[in-house]
């Protein structure tokens, strides 16, 4: 499956595959179903603190010792920002070459010096909806190759 996202005014090609986990661990050393479930886990634990920080800023004035413990003793922000940091390159990348590079260079370009000159081609805040959406491509295109239906 392909996916055009646009990036600094250009419609960049995605693809999505049943190799794109392979490519993936070939590259990174680790399961891309892993990281993105890592990910998740974290981003649950954000959201939850969150959560709390909202209901004790309704109060804001009595509350403030407990936000400033809820912020100190929960690094779910930290962990999920430097999670998408390195996995959103990375899982972009990849899909990047699926969709860009023929099979016959694709193995080639599976190297740390090739993603980090790719990745030099952009400014962090280019790529920061890049991810959101290439990790919502990649649960899509999991959800139906794993979720057949049954007729």
Do not use: H
Not at 13 to 23: M, P, V, Y
Not at 28 to 50: D, H, I, P, R, W
Not at 55 to 76: R, V
Request: charged share 25%; hydrophobic share 35%.
């Amino acid at each position: 499956m392909y996916k055009k996202i646009e990036i600094k005014g250009k419609d960049v090609d995605f693809k999505c595959s049943a190799a794109t986990s392979i490519l993936y661990k070939r590259l990174f050393g680790k399961s891309l179903s892993a990281e993105v479930t890592e990910m998740a886990n974290e981003s649950a634990k954000a959201y939850k603190m969150l959560e709390q920080l909202n209901k004790l800023q309704e109060n804001k004035n009595e509350n403030t010792e407990a936000i400033l413990n809820l912020l100190a003793d929960n690094p779910s922000l930290v962990s999920v920002t430097e999670k998408t940091e390195k996995i959103g390159p990375q899982m972009a990348y990849i899909m990047w070459l699926e969709a860009n590079k023929p099979q016959r260079e694709l193995f080639q370009c599976l190297t740390e010096d090739a993603y980090i000159s790719w990745l030099s081609d952009f400014d962090k805040g280019d790529m920061t909806n890049v991810y959101s959406e290439l990790l919502n491509f990649w649960n899509g295109t999991n959800k139906s190759y794993s979720n057949p239906k049954n007729q």
